[in-house]
């Protein structure tokens, strides 16, 4: 008994302490971010509270990172929407149909997870002028057409464990009253597994809202994310601490808040997800 509580004081003291370094940065980039550049570069740890201010935060928003973020806003809603919309679609089917070469398919999906985008980063680029989809608002989707091939995989490998754990019986008796399959994906399957899609849904959104790469590589100045807008912040011959700190705190809000809303549905589903019967 001592043991174990010894085990568990360990293991938590642990977890504490891990907490509280990873805390560290984050309190530095909000402390920088509300005091102004010359109290910064004197030590932020050094601030009171007659230093605190939100200028950083206006003038990062004035600066461009508004229309970032809105254009961060499009693409990360878009994303996730279609990709769910795929994902349960190709769930349900190979979770509840029978069809040929259903598992060569539901293979060469999965390892669509295992293949890096800078491979065909570069065959991208022509592929998305030769569609129309590399000017002016196409552009937004195409890069969310990008995420959801991306992400496709992954909404597969997730969606399938909770649409396969539906009682079968339930889907017997909605086909009794005639239900076809998308009234059985749309009234008792999509209902059952929220919580399953509720959780791919934070990921993924929290993985588009944080892409670099294709926001930098596809897009132009004027439809690139808030990831690119906090680059561009930061001024070649000009350190700009404060509004780049600004400028993470505004960008790291939005998945915070979606987390702190949807949490209740995202635990339900990792739980769903991991405990079967």
Same mark, same amino acid.
């Given at each position: ?6 085990t568990a ?8 302490v891990?907490?509280?370094l ?19 570069r004197?030590?932020w740890?050094?601030?009171g ?9 206006? %003038?990062?928003?004035?600066?461009g &990172?508004?229309?970032?973020? *809105?254009? /961060? #806003?499009? $693409? ?7 990709t ?13 149909m029978?069809?040929?070469?259903k ?14 985008v800078?491979m ?17 608002h ?5 890069i ?12 597969i ?5 909770f649409f ?11 086909r ?9 994906? %749309?009234?008792?399957?999509?209902? &059952?597994?929220?919580?399953? *899609?509720? /959780? #791919?849904? $934070?990921?993924?959104?929290?993985f ?8 930098l590589s596809?897009l132009?100045?004027n ?9 561009n ?12 700190a600004?400028?993470?705190i ?13 949490n ?6 990792l739980?769903a997800g991991?405990?079967k019967?």
């Amino acid at each position: 008994m001592i043991g174990r509580r010894m085990t568990a004081v360990a293991l938590y003291g642990s977890l504490t302490v891990l907490s509280v370094l990873w805390l560290v940065p984050v309190a530095a980039a909000f402390v920088i971010s509300v005091i102004p550049i010359e109290q910064t570069r004197l030590g932020w740890w050094k601030s009171g509270f007659a230093d605190l201010t939100i200028d950083n935060y206006r %003038r990062a928003w004035e600066q461009g &990172l508004s229309q970032y973020a *809105l254009n /961060s #806003f499009v $693409i990360s809603v878009g994303s996730v929407a279609m990709t769910l919309v795929v994902g349960a679609l190709a769930s349900y089917a190979f979770a509840r149909m029978d069809f040929r070469f259903k598992r060569t398919t539901f293979f060469l999906l999965i390892t669509t997870m295992i293949v890096p985008v800078q491979m065909i980063l570069i065959p991208l680029l022509p592929w998305l002028r030769t569609l129309g989809l590399s000017g002016g608002h196409q552009q937004f989707l195409g890069i969310v057409l990008v995420h959801t091939a991306f992400g496709a995989g992954w909404a597969i490998f997730m969606m399938y464990s909770f649409f396969a754990e539906v009682p079968e019986e339930l889907l017997e008796a909605a086909r009794l009253d005639g239900a076809r399959h998308l009234d059985l994906l %749309r009234h008792v399957v999509l209902p &059952l597994t929220l919580p399953g *899609l509720v /959780s #791919f849904a $934070i990921i993924d959104f929290v993985f588009v809202w944080n892409d670099l790469l294709l926001g930098l590589s596809l897009l132009d100045r004027n439809h690139q994310p808030i990831t690119v807008g906090l680059a561009n912040l930061q001024a070649p011959h000009l350190a700009q601490e404060d509004l780049v700190a600004a400028g993470s705190i505004m960008a790291v809000l939005p998945p915070l808040v979606l987390f702190a809303v949807l949490n209740r549905y995202y635990v339900r589903g990792l739980f769903a997800g991991g405990v079967k019967g």
